[in-house]
């Protein structure tokens, strides 16, 4: 049976098997959280669709970075109502913390949207 479209972007899988990992290493791993395989290991399509293909999912990331910020705000404000510095100081604790999640799936949804690369059943096990 093959993965959903949503568990699998949420698992960073191949966007045409949903069954290959997109990143080598865990978004734990501080020093190669940003490694990405060229090819899915499990049905060989190639990851980046054209060389510089990533660029634009920056503005995915920059998407997540505003969506938390907005929420922390929010959350601050109806929870605490604390100084600006505060607002400041926690915003960027947290975006620092999720870094690692925020740059694994800005490139994620990214060559889900707009990568090209469809699901095929023909890679169901």
């Not at 865990?26 to 060989?44: D, I, K, Q």
């Given at each position: 049976?093959p993965?959903?479209?949503s568990?699998?972007?949420?698992?960073?899988?191949?966007?045409?098997?949903r069954?290959?990992?997109?990143f080598?290493?865990?978004?734990?791993?501080l020093?190669?959280f940003?490694v990405?395989?060229e090819?899915c290991?499990?049905c060989g399509?190639r990851?980046?669709?054209?060389?510089?293909?990533?660029q634009?999912?920056?503005?995915v990331?920059?998407g997540?970075t505003v969506?938390?910020?907005?929420v922390i705000g929010?959350?601050?404000y109806?929870?605490?109502?604390p100084?600006?510095?505060?607002?400041?100081?926690?915003?960027?604790a947290?975006m620092?913390?999720i870094a690692p999640l925020?740059?694994r799936?800005s490139?994620?949804?990214?060559l889900y949207?707009?990568?090209?690369?469809?699901?095929?059943s023909r890679y169901?096990?």
């Amino acid at each position: 049976m093959p993965e959903s479209y949503s568990k699998a972007l949420l698992q960073g899988k191949c966007p045409q098997c949903r069954k290959g990992n997109m990143f080598t290493y865990s978004p734990a791993n501080l020093s190669r959280f940003m490694v990405m395989n060229e090819t899915c290991p499990h049905c060989g399509v190639r990851l980046e669709p054209e060389p510089g293909f990533y660029q634009g999912a920056m503005y995915v990331g920059y998407g997540i970075t505003v969506a938390c910020i907005a929420v922390i705000g929010v959350l601050l404000y109806l929870l605490w109502d604390p100084s600006e510095w505060t607002y400041v100081g926690i915003s960027i604790a947290v975006m620092l913390l999720i870094a690692p999640l925020n740059y694994r799936y800005s490139r994620i949804i990214y060559l889900y949207l707009f990568g090209g690369i469809k699901y095929d059943s023909r890679y169901r096990d």
